[in-house]
């Protein structure tokens, strides 16, 4: 029970400081944009169908999963493209990148910049071809065009291989526009406190984990006292207490009832650190259920997924891509340490980079799951072919192959 509670508490405080506090970095720049331009980001990648599935994939490409979280929302309300969805989660290099940015900067330029390329052309792929999209569409959007015999969609007399998505219902609405739907003299100010409380907790959470990472991501005991390990754990548990209250209470109270859906703009900077905070708290649910089944797995069946993924030869790479297919950041923040140590090939690194969808992929998970499964599935194809590719071919010429490649 002693090592449960400890996984437990170490999963909230982890999950917290090396992952929620900088997603709510990259969720609020991305907001603040929005508030500055009113809704002008948004409105462009909207309204260029050509150029979604690029835009998507800078947004994945951008370290953390701020970026791609707000795409995810955008094909739920049918105004992006599922080809979009599958670049920008290609293209995601989570909060890994954070990792590799600081221990191996080198190695990040090449993999993330063969992700993004890879993700874009497999995004650009699935939206000409079709690939089955409107089979996913119709579980969740409830298309009304019919699918024809190629995988495509009949709209308008004619024929398109993956459309911009038509809900045959009206929008789906957005708490946001009526603002909270419940007031109390108590839970009110309390939100509002717990909420500026959670921002202090972040700013803290991200000097905590950037001091982590360049710190080459040490082991943290986990204490309560005035030192980095001590401040690392009552920062890292207390914002994730803080995060699950947000969640489940505080969104009630403060700010917007419904999560996991982009803003076209924002009326101040107060709501937009609202919205951002909720956001984040959305996704830190959803990673610290992602950290404690990883973690209570490898407890109880004393598997390690590192290890499996550090295999030598061809099954390096695919052990990279197989492990990228774990939903979060956890396992991908694991391999990149690992590949930072020289345990790991950088056809590894590149093809995990290609399959990992990062937190981006958990607003989708909760929304539309078939759609974050095939999704996941179309990446991992290419990211066992680059992987294989680099192993066999490139590696050996260009020096990739080697353990250690770009590491500092």
């Known amino acids: 029970m002693n090592e449960l509670l400890v996984v437990l508490l170490e999963s909230l405080r982890d999950g917290y400081v090396q992952v929620s506090a900088f997603v709510a970095v990259t969720v ?62 290609g293209a995601t290099a989570g909060d890994s990148a954070f990792v590799i940015l600081a221990l191996a900067p080198e190695a990040a ?148 009832g419904e999560i996991a859906r982009a803003r076209d703009s924002f009326a101040s900077a107060y709501d937009t650190l609202t919205h951002a905070a909720m956001e984040t708290s959305f996704v830190t649910v959803w990673v610290l259920v992602a950290f404690l089944v990883y973690e209570y797995f490898v407890l109880l069946s004393g598997v390690n997924v590192a290890t499996l993924a550090a295999t030598a030869g061809v099954l390096a790479p ?28 950088f056809s590894a690194l590149t093809a995990n980079a290609i399959c990992q969808d990062g937190d981006a992929l958990f607003p989708l998970l909760a929304v539309d799951a078939k759609a974050a499964i095939v999704a996941t599935i179309y990446n991992f194809l290419p990211a066992v072919v680059v992987g294989v590719a680099l192993h066999f071919l490139w590696g050996p010429v260009f020096g990739m192959a080697e353990f250690g490649f770009g590491v500092l």
Request: charged share 10%; glycine share 16%.
């Open 28 to 89: 609020l720049a991305f907001g603040l944009l929005q508030y500055w331009t009113d809704g002008a980001v948004i409105g462009a990648i909207e309204g260029n169908e050509r150029l979604q599935v690029l835009f998507g994939g800078i947004l994945g490409l951008t370290p953390g999963c701020g970026g791609a979280i707000v795409v995810m929302p955008l094909y739920v309300r049918g105004t992006v493209s599922f080809g979009t969805v599958v670049a920008t989660l």
């Open 109 to 256: 330029v090449y993999a993330y910049a063969i992700a993004f390329a890879a993700s874009v052309a497999t995004g650009y792929l699935v939206d000409s071809v079709g690939l089955g999209v409107s089979r996913v569409d119709a579980a969740v959007a409830q298309l009304s065009p019919t699918a024809t015999p190629d995988g495509g969609t009949a709209v308008d007399g004619g024929i398109r291989p993956n459309p911009a998505h038509d809900y045959g219902g009206p929008a789906p609405t957005h708490a946001h526009e009526s603002g909270p739907d419940r007031h109390s003299r108590v839970l009110t100010p309390l939100s509002h406190f717990a909420h500026v409380l959670w921002w202090v907790t972040a700013v803290s959470g991200l000097v905590l984990g950037t001091l982590y990472l360049l710190r080459g991501g040490p082991e943290v005991a986990l204490v309560a006292d005035f030192g980095f390990d001590g401040l690392f754990t009552v920062t890292g548990i207390v914002g994730a207490v803080l995060s699950l209250y947000l969640y489940a209470v505080g969104r009630h109270y403060v700010g917007e």
């Open 318 to 345: 695919i052990g990279g891509a197989a492990v990228g297919l774990i939903p979060g950041c956890g396992p991908q923040i694991l391999l990149a340490s690992v590949y930072a140590e020289g345990g790991l090939p």
